[in-house]
Structures are given as structure tokens and as C-alpha cells.
């Protein structure tokens, strides 16, 4: 489970990141279960700064937690698939109320308001196939949507996540 910090702690403009701390949010983002010491070496500073800069970083909202990353096949989850959707309105409560119902499913794993072609982008994992229909069903009657376009993953080649540092 993601651990996570205060969203609006602070401000975010990355000119208050230097490169010392570029360094460590890049370290980080490569393996959140680095140890301090080692962080403060790659970062070239000693440990008590860098555990200094890594709780300010936190702060601030640059780091927003930390998770393992997990195989979803050897945890069951065999098919990953994409949902296009489009809603019948871009009423506020519309889009909030689609934002809700679909975070309490375990399922979907990213859920993206997105623009042209349709309001949300969901990636949804399932167990096999007959779960993915039963999802894609789940959905397409779900209140207030009026189109709904599946992609199912058949080979992910690059998924690095994050964000290039």
C-alpha cells in the first residue's frame, strides 16, 4: 500500500530542486528501498542531510510514497486491459460521481480524465477473460455511461513508471 504525504504541504515548483536532490528523487524513484547510507553516498552528501532533504521532499509532495512493485500474474491477475469511456454528461457531478464508483473497484488500477475521444482512460486488471467481461459489463452499465471501448493488453514491453528525472 502506498504510503501517503500530505498533497498540499508545500510548494512544488522544481527550481527549488537542486541537484542533490534531483539525485536523490532519482535514486528513490529507482529503488524506494534504498537504505539512507547508501542514498547520501550516491547523492554525495553525508546521511543526516540526506534524510533532512528526503522528509522536506516528502513535505512538499515531490515524493508521494512508496510501494512495491508487484507481477500481476503471480499474484493471479493473468489479463491488463484498457477502458475508453464516455459519460452522456461532463457535469461535475457526473464526472465525480464515474471517479468514485470506479475507485472502489479493486480492479481498476488507474483511473485518467482524459480529453478527446472520450472523459475517462481506466487500466483495469482482471483474473481471465470471463472476469475482464464481467468487468466490461460492470461498466457499461454503470450510470451515465454511453460508450465504452476495450483494449486488452496482449505484451507490455515498457513500463518504467515515474517520471524521467
Known amino acids: 500500500m502506498q504510503t501517503p504525504f500530505p498533497p498540499d504541504a508545500g510548494p512544488r515548483d522544481p527550481s527549488e530542486l537542486d541537484a542533490i536532490d ?22 554525495g552528501i553525508s546521511a543526516p542531510p540526506c534524510l533532512r532533504r528526503v522528509r522536506r521532499l516528502e513535505e512538499i509532495g515531490v515524493i508521494r510514497g512508496y510501494r512495491a512493485e508487484l507481477e500481476p500474474q503471480m499474484l493471479g491477475w493473468s489479463v491488463t486491459f484498457f477502458a475508453l469511456v464516455g459519460l452522456d454528461s461532463q457535469k461535475d457531478s ?72
Open 94 to 165: 457526473v464526472l465525480s460521481g464515474f471517479e468514485r464508483l470506479v475507485a472502489g473497484w479493486p480492479e481498476v488500477r488507474e483511473c485518467h480524465m482524459i480529453r478527446g475521444g472520450g472523459d475517462f482512460l481506466l487500466r483495469v486488471v482482471a483474473r481471465d477473460t470471463g472476469h475482464e467481461n464481467q468487468l466490461t459489463r460492470r461498466l457499461t452499465e454503470a450510470p451515465n455511461v454511453s460508450r465504452l471501448q476495450t483494449l486488452q493488453t496482449i505484451r507490455t514491453s515498457h513500463a518504467p513508471g515515474g517520471v524521467p528525472v
Open 22 to 43: 534531483r539525485r536523490i528523487v532519482a535514486e528513490l524513484q529507482a529503488d524506494g528501498r534504498i537504505t539512507n547510507v547508501e542514498l547520501a553516498r550516491r547523492a
